[in-house]
């Protein structure tokens, strides 16, 4: 079984810049996950989709970053424009049924903005 | 709000020895734990899933406890070796938000 496709695996982007991120979640997993990870501390939940809709965006800074899940499988964030602050690693995660199922990472996307 | 607290942030022992990791967590409405490794520049690898019904889990040399009541939770690795060197993450997964929260992690270093 394929695990969590993430892409690019690191992106350097300067301030003011916009950047997305791609996510492929194992297949058949209906919740996919966005988290962001800052340098010495834990992934901190961006955002959650259950199929094609939202079911927690409230710590998604939504002035700058986006994410979308169309077709309910593979996903994108986006961060337009992009801070100093929001350099981090940026993991996705799947979790397969609606229920309390453990959740996969994939490897993560590191941004580093200059 | 759910917040999970890890201590030690740094631990360094030499090899072959065992040692406890510990993990802490404010609301005790939490579904389950689950113990994560992450190398450096890596994902997150679950190690161990503990239902809020399991007391705990153990895979080959790990073995993570759950005490709700207290609102605690241990990972024990047995006989360490240098390969085990990583940064460990405990995450509480809530019964409302089914999203994990996550402590800042315990760095291991296992010197040969």
């Known amino acids: 079984e394929a695990g969590v496709a993430q892409s690019p695996r690191y992106k350097i982007i300067e301030k003011r810049q916009s950047v997305a991120f791609w996510c492929n979640p194992i297949?058949?997993?209906?919740?996919l996950y966005w988290y962001q990870q800052i340098l010495g501390q834990g992934p901190k939940l961006l955002i959650q989709?259950?199929?094609?809709?939202?079911?927690?965006d409230s710590q998604l800074p939504k002035d700058r970053f986006s994410a979308e899940r169309l077709k309910g499988v593979d996903s994108t964030l986006k961060i337009q424009p992009a801070k100093l602050e929001d350099s981090a690693v940026y993991l996705c995660?799947?979790?397969?049924?609606?229920?309390?199922?453990?959740?996969?990472f994939g490897p993560g996307t590191r941004l580093t903005v200059t | 709000k759910q917040e999970v607290t890890q201590i030690p942030a740094a631990l360094s022992v030499p090899e072959g020895e065992n040692l406890v990791l510990n993990c802490s967590f404010t609301?005790?409405?939490?579904?389950?734990l689950q113990w994560f490794r992450q190398d450096p520049g890596k994902g997150l690898t679950s190690l161990l899933l503990?239902?809020?019904?399991?007391r705990e889990q153990t895979s080959g040399r790990l073995n993570a406890s759950l005490d709700k009541s207290s609102g605690r939770s241990t990972l024990y690795i047995a006989a360490s070796q240098p390969g085990d060197s990583a940064t460990y993450l405990c995450?509480?997964?809530?019964?409302?938000?089914?999203?994990?929260?996550f402590g800042s992690g315990t760095r291991l270093q296992v010197q040969p």
């Open positions: 995450a509480g997964l809530d019964t409302g938000r089914r999203a994990l929260t």
């Open positions: 995660a799947s979790r397969s049924g609606t229920g309390y199922h453990e959740q996969y």
């Open positions: 609301d005790s409405a939490i579904y389950n």
């Open positions: 503990i239902q809020s019904s399991q």
């Open positions: 297949s058949g997993h209906a919740t």
């Open positions: 989709f259950q199929n094609n809709g939202v079911v927690d």
